[in-house]
């Protein structure tokens, strides 16, 4: 996975293990666990969360019924 974000696979697994990286992990999971977000990625419309990879009608749908306007075609 790391060569196909463009990291560099040994560099990866030794951040993996970094106590620095690890502590700032806990600090967001900490962080998104007080607000309420449980999974990745949320997405917030208006006091809607959509939680989770979704299509985008699903995406479309909260966002218009959170009061979101369509784009008009240019």
């Known amino acids: 996975m790391a060569i196909a974000a463009g990291l560099d696979p040994e560099k990866a697994l030794l951040a993996a293990d970094d106590v620095a990286y690890q502590k700032r992990i806990d600090d967001l999971r900490a962080e ?8 990745i990625p949320t997405f917030v419309f208006g006091t809607e969360k959509v939680e989770g ?3 985008y009608e699903v995406l479309v749908a909260a966002a218009l019924r959170a009061s979101a306007q369509r784009k008009q075609a240019s």
């Open 53 to 55: 990879c979704q299509p």
């Open 32 to 39: 998104y666990k007080r607000v309420g977000v449980g999974g």
